[in-house]
């Protein structure tokens, strides 16, 4: 069995993620394309702000035309963030040139309390560098985003939770409309074997 479960969206399919439905119909009138299914089901096109307190949109600025690998973490987390957080940075490295046309996000689950400031600090201890962006917002923002990638838990108890997040990647080429999911809680060297296998 691999570790890796490749998902592929299409049209009006739907699709599962952890937990969660990543994929729900939508009338075919509305849509032209598939990666324009996908933008409007999925990827709302709300303000973010960075670590560096520069506000982006989700889609235009952190999205569009863009391979990308992303997770839900926060800075106080006292479980799984740190060894997931180390992992993909492992990843990032055993990459190499690769890495240079990947973008990496990190998008707090506790946006009240991590500003710019509190992200920042937390990629200092995690001795985080470029390529490697850390989201905050308002906290409506990060949860449409969070539910429009599939990083949800069938039941509505365990999904309020947010010790209960699940250490997942959503890995995808934007632009090719190809979706992927990985665990990030194996190894870096997993973790870089399954972005390779996604974007490679």
Same mark, same amino acid.
């Given at each position: =069995?691999?570790?890796? @479960?490749?998902? *592929?969206?299409?049209?009006?399919?739907?699709?599962?993620?952890?937990?969660?439905?990543?994929?729900?119909?939508?009338?075919?009138?509305?849509? &032209?394309?598939?990666? @324009?299914?996908?933008? &409007? $089901?999925?990827?709302?096109?709300l303000?973010?702000?960075?670590?560096?307190?520069?506000?982006?949109?989700?889609?235009?600025?952190?999205?569009?035309? /863009?391979?990308?690998?992303?997770?839900? =973490?926060?800075? !106080?987390?006292?479980?799984?963030?740190?060894?997931?957080?180390?992992?993909?940075?492992?990843? &990032?490295?055993? $990459?190499?040139? =690769?890495?240079?046309?990947?973008?990496?996000?990190s998008?707090s689950?506790?946006?009240?309390?991590?500003?710019?400031?509190?992200? /920042?600090?937390?990629?200092?201890?995690?001795? !985080?560098?470029?390529?490697?962006?850390?989201?905050?917002?308002?906290?409506?923002? !990060? @949860? /449409?985003?969070?539910?429009?990638?599939?990083?949800?838990? /069938? *039941?509505?108890v365990?999904?309020?939770?947010?010790?209960?997040?699940?250490?997942?990647?959503?890995?995808?080429?934007?632009?090719?409309?190809?979706?992927?999911?990985? *665990?990030?809680?194996? *190894?870096?060297?997993?973790?870089?074997?399954?972005?390779?296998f996604?974007?490679?």
């Open positions: =069995m691999t570790i890796l @479960e490749k998902r *592929s969206f299409l049209v009006g399919a739907a699709a599962a993620l952890t937990g969660g439905t990543l994929m729900a119909r939508a009338p075919a009138a509305s849509v &032209q394309n598939p990666r @324009e299914q996908m933008r &409007q $089901l999925h990827f709302p096109n303000p973010l702000t960075t670590h560096d307190g520069k506000q982006v949109r989700f889609y235009d600025d952190v999205l569009k035309d /863009r391979k990308v690998v992303i997770n839900f =973490m926060y800075t !106080i987390c006292s479980n799984i963030c740190t060894p997931v957080t180390q992992n993909i940075l492992e990843a &990032q490295r055993l $990459l190499g040139s =690769m890495a240079k046309d990947i973008d990496f996000y998008i689950l506790t946006p009240l309390d991590d500003d710019p400031a509190a992200l /920042r600090a937390y990629m200092d201890k995690q001795h !985080i560098g470029k390529g490697w962006t850390f989201l905050t917002g308002k906290p409506e923002n !990060i @949860e /449409r985003v969070r539910r429009g990638l599939g990083f949800t838990q /069938r *039941s509505p365990a999904d309020a939770d947010i010790s209960n997040h699940s250490g997942m990647l959503r890995i995808g080429n934007e632009r090719l409309v190809s979706w992927g999911h990985a *665990s990030a809680t194996t *190894s870096g060297k997993a973790v870089a074997r399954m972005i390779r996604e974007l490679g």
